[in-house]
């Protein structure tokens, strides 16, 4: 998914994008800023500072600096959540725990390898089940028994769920059970790193209700969560930007910014088809 | 192999194309010996007019012939190097030497020789520990060897060859610290990269002329204007082999990576055979005790009982105390090949010892495949940014 966050003076938000990412980065990205920009009335060089992060931060041409989404992270919790120490992205395609001092990266760890411990894992169980991915949550607090999923493999504990189907057990156990396997994953990767509170789950894994919960049960703790998980990694991104534009205003009285075209990038542009 | 190329950009070539010299010398009547890890003593193949040639791998080439003779979850670097031979492109050795550095050189050394056609094949036995009466069995292992590699190779292995491969392959080690006394100033002199085409380069040429290649790259370092940028962050690699440049590329990206203590790098390099009435003996002692590869078991005092765990780092680890401070490095990458147990099992351990330094470090996992690379550059990038 790519996300994108405008915010002002103050860092508060006043533009955010979210949507899937699909083949054609470079696109994309001109695309995602030129809607971002529309929603305030903004043109592009009214920004100061623009920072990208993520997997595809080196196809954004008109970014002004790329910074890894795990300091964007860390940047983006802290300025909600100011005590924060700990934080566990859980992601679409990856889980990241960062250990976080000041509003700065201290260190991480990071699962990019293997579904079984990312969003990944809800949504190919989803799809095994039948269930829409939004729902899987509300299903899984339902639950009434517990259900151990055995298999550390994704592909593999989808054929399980299939055996537990036709064993009989409920949807909404099986579920659940399933939450908690991926929550025994995050747990793992999260103490390896030893935690501190306090801690926030963020990440299109937060929006989970039951992701929430199972974390909360399988790591022993209270957990915060922002009201939008899907874009700390941008706010940060955007905060960064700032304060990267500030600290050349003060030691030199300007920013020079890379230049701001936002023209179609013509290599994969349609009329080369 | 083209005369005009000399010094790094003789190295840079060779590096591209590891096997010319090694076929032209084929071709010219001598024989090359294959070998899979540092361990192996090279000055007694040296001695014997042989060629030694380490078998490498390669990072891009996708492994499709090691499946059917080792298992997947298995060391990466051992199934690209087998892979590699299945596909032919180690046809022009004569014979692997392979030993007991660790389990999977031990289990590989059998699929070797099921796999290939080499007329000579040799495995010696290289113990655990580092003690007394290791010692003692490893010499036993090496006149074995001696006895077989005299067999093959029609000649006897006299003393005084056997002293003179040691002065020429200790004048390589020599050279080699020459070289990496280069990264020293800031910014380095050459980078981590050049180093690992360097060394690369010297695994696959005859021991005179490698040091003939160090010689020239040397002095063209010396006086070179085009060195590396200088960047804030001097790192230390630490790990089992780093032989890629696509590797150090992603750390060099944003950093001088000043040392490398690998197979790619430093780490055969950095001691010296010692003089020994028995030559043999005193490349037992070196094989045994001065490589500081992850494999052995080290104790701080012998049957030692009784846990001390500091002084246990600083006897595993304490060769890396100096060379931080001398290399003014600020930042430690510990970098691990997915399936490689001995280095695993001593990462906590080393990690504890950098903390106790004061020194920033991470611990980096990946599978040496080109899909390795991009997860790699996200955590160097992040470790670099809480460094900087």
């Given at each position: 998914m790519t996300k994108v966050a405008l915010i002002d003076k103050s860092s508060n938000l006043i533009s955010t994008v979210k949507g899937p990412t699909g083949p054609e980065h470079r696109q994309l990205a001109n695309e995602v800023m030129r809607q971002a920009l529309e929603k305030v009335s903004l043109q592009i060089d009214d920004i100061s500072c623009i920072v990208a992060t993520g997997y595809g931060r080196v196809n954004v041409p008109f970014a002004d600096r790329q910074i890894t989404e795990l300091s964007c992270h860390a940047r983006g919790v802290s300025s909600i959540f100011p005590n924060v120490r700990t934080a566990i992205d859980i992601g679409g395609q990856d889980a990241k725990c960062m250990k976080i001092d000041n509003g700065r990266l201290i260190s991480f760890v990071m699962n990019d390898k293997c579904a079984a411990g990312t969003g990944r894992f809800l949504e190919v169980t989803a799809a095994t089940l039948g269930v829409k991915l939004e729902d899987m949550g509300d299903i899984s607090l339902k639950a009434t028994k517990r259900i151990q999923i055995s298999n550390l493999c994704t592909i593999f504990a989808q054929q399980e769920v299939v055996a537990l189907l036709s064993r009989g057990e409920r949807l909404e156990d099986i579920v659940a059970g399933l939450h908690n396997a991926l929550a025994s994953r995050i747990a793992a990767l999260a103490q390896r790193l030893g935690i501190e509170p306090d801690l926030v789950l963020t990440g299109g894994g937060a929006k989970n209700t039951g992701m929430v919960r199972a974390v909360k049960e399988s790591l022993g703790r209270e957990l915060l969560v922002p009201e939008e998980p899907l874009l700390t990694g941008a706010l940060g991104a955007a905060i960064l930007a700032g304060e990267t534009y500030m600290k050349a205003v003060a030691a030199s009285g300007a920013f020079s910014a890379k230049p701001r075209r936002l023209e179609k990038a013509t290599f994969f542009g349609r009329e080369h088809r | 192999m083209s005369d005009k190329k000399r010094g790094l950009s003789k190295a840079r070539e060779i590096y591209l194309n590891r096997s010319q010299r090694a076929r032209e010398l084929k071709a010219a009547g001598k024989r090359i010996m294959g070998y899979p890890?540092?361990?192996?003593?090279l000055e007694m193949i040296t001695a014997l007019d042989l060629v030694p040639y380490r078998t490498c791998g390669d990072m891009k080439e996708p492994v499709t012939e090691a499946d059917r003779a080792l298992p997947s979850s298995f060391c990466p670097i051992m199934r690209t190097c087998l892979d590699c031979a299945l596909k032919g492109k180690n046809d022009f050795l004569d014979g692997m030497v392979t030993i007991h550095s660790c389990d999977p050189q031990e289990k590989t050394a059998r699929v070797w020789e099921s796999y290939t056609d080499y007329p000579y094949f040799h495995f010696i036995d290289m113990p655990v520990t580092v003690r007394p009466e290791a010692l003692e069995y490893f010499e036993g292992q090496l006149n074995d060897f001696k006895k077989t590699l005299e067999a093959f190779s029609g000649k006897k292995l006299s003393t005084g060859t056997l002293e003179a491969a040691i002065e020429s392959h200790n004048r390589q080690r020599t050279l080699v610290r020459e070289l990496y006394e280069l990264t020293k100033p800031s910014p380095p002199l050459v980078s981590g990269t050049e180093i690992v085409q360097v060394v690369k380069a010297l695994m696959s040429l005859p021991v005179a002329e490698g040091n003939e290649l160090l010689a020239d790259i040397m002095s063209e370092v010396q006086s070179r204007t085009d060195g590396p940028e200088r960047k804030a962050a001097r790192l230390l690699t630490w790990g089992s082999?780093?032989?890629?440049t696509d590797i150090m590329q992603v750390f060099e990206a944003k950093a001088n990576v000043v040392m490398d203590e690998s197979c790619g790098g430093i780490r055969a390099y950095r001691a010296e055979v010692r003089r020994s009435p028995d030559p043999i003996e005193g490349l037992a002692d070196y094989y045994l005790n001065e490589?500081?590869?992850?494999r052995s078991f080290r104790q701080a005092i012998l049957g030692e009982t009784r846990k001390r765990y500091a002084r246990d780092l600083q006897s595993r680890f304490g060769y890396l105390k100096g060379i931080i401070k001398e290399w003014n490095i600020n930042g430690a990458i510990m970098l691990l090949v997915r399936y490689c147990d001995p280095f695993a099992f001593e990462m906590p351990s080393l990690k504890d010892y950098f903390d106790g330094l004061g020194i920033p470090n991470t611990y980096i996992e990946y599978d040496y495949t080109a899909g390795a690379l991009a997860p790699l550059r996200t955590r160097v990038e992040a470790f670099l940014e809480t460094i900087s």
């Open positions: - | 890890c540092a361990y192996v003593p082999t780093l032989d890629n490589i500081t590869c992850a």
